[in-house]
């Protein structure tokens, strides 16, 4: 049931998560977003449901022939926890509305002693790719990483601390953080068919690892449950052209 999404959160990396704080149309309307796509694109000729079996042999027309423009009728409101890698990566998005976000600000909040991303594995540089990433490292290399790297927030966090205690602004103590894997919180709106260019993009296999849970989070736990029909015909005409 739709109704249950509507403040459900999905734990992602080792300290994020992904929340689901509204939907439209909302499901105390009793309509499903299938039938808001069904229904936007008949609106052309005053149509409505014909029953499901046609319903959704329309959507699947809309989506395999690119008549795109009912998905938008569809929005997920989401609240995000992510690192900053993760974060300046999604909100440049140009599929993903960056102008409809609100990120938490380092000039009015204090970041947590804990407010940092530690990978579970560290990966290596893409033999190919320079963009990429390739297969993990030895174990013991990534445990190596992670030591060095906790010694790193650790000393950066108690800076920090002590120019707060100076009196130092906020927006200036700031600097002394590690930039890239601090936490953020943000919220987010987007509809769906620009959702689903994202989650395109966002979940292939060459997406950097930080982003790609984020992405396979939200169409696991929200977008498919919420837009069943719609993702079935997302996997079989857009998920699989680009594979």
Partial sequence: MTDELIGKRVDVLDKGWVELLDLMPHPA???????AIVSAARVSFLGESKGDDKDKKLLFYLLRNEHTSPFEMVEFKLRVRAPLVTYWQWIRHR?????SANAQSGRYTEFEESDFYVPTA???QHTSNKQASGDDLDPAISDEMSQKLLAHYEAGYRLYEEALAQGVAREMARLFLPGFSVYYTWVIKVDAL???NF????????????????????????????????????EQYVLKREG
Avoid at 29 to 35: A, K, N
């Fill in 29 to 35: 309307t009793g309509i499903s977003g299938d039938l």
């Fill in 95 to 99: 599929t993903f509305h960056y102008q």
């Fill in 122 to 124: 560290w990966r290596q």
């Fill in 194 to 196: 620009n959702l689903m």
């Fill in 199 to 234: 989650l395109r993009l966002r979940m292939a296999s060459d997406a950097q690892y930080e982003i790609r849970v984020y992405a396979q989070a939200i169409y696991e736990h929200f977008f498919k449950p919420a837009l069943p029909w719609t993702a079935e015909a997302f």
